[in-house]
């Protein structure tokens, strides 16, 4: 069992940078790959982020290409996600999720653990 916990999530004008944190309750970290996901009112889970074990892969959902950077630090166990030039349209909740193993993944399905999530506002 991987406990996620997410934090960093807030008020932020748009323009502006959040750097969102997931730290995870697992000593076998590197063993997972780790993606973020994002849901807005009315819409389906989206897309944002992945890394791989090992941090040498990544993968941006088209929302956040150019503006988002996905990152890890295996020895602390904790993935983050740095967010820049912040839109209206990039309110949400934002989740942290786990798989185990080498591939990450860009289907939300294919996730087994999840954080509780963070909400980040974006005010125009």
């Known amino acids: 069992q991987v406990q996620l916990v997410e934090s960093g999530g807030g008020l932020v004008q748009a323009g502006g940078s959040l750097r969102l944190s997931c730290a995870a309750s697992t000593r076998s970290f590197s063993s997972y790959a780790m993606g973020w996901f994002r849901q807005a009112p009315g819409k389906d889970r989206e897309f944002v982020a992945a890394i791989t074990w090992s941090g040498g892969t990544t993968d941006y959902g088209d929302p956040a290409k150019g503006r988002f950077t996905i990152s890890r630090d295996n020895a602390k166990s904790m993935v983050y996600l740095q967010m820049k030039s912040l839109k209206a349209e990039d309110t949400a909740v934002y989740y942290c999720?786990?798989?185990?193993?080498?591939?990450?993944?860009?289907?939300?399905?294919?996730?087994?653990?999840w954080g509780q999530g963070t909400q980040v506002t974006v005010s125009s």
């Open positions: 999720a786990a798989v185990f193993g080498l591939v990450y993944y860009t289907d939300s399905a294919k996730y087994t653990y």
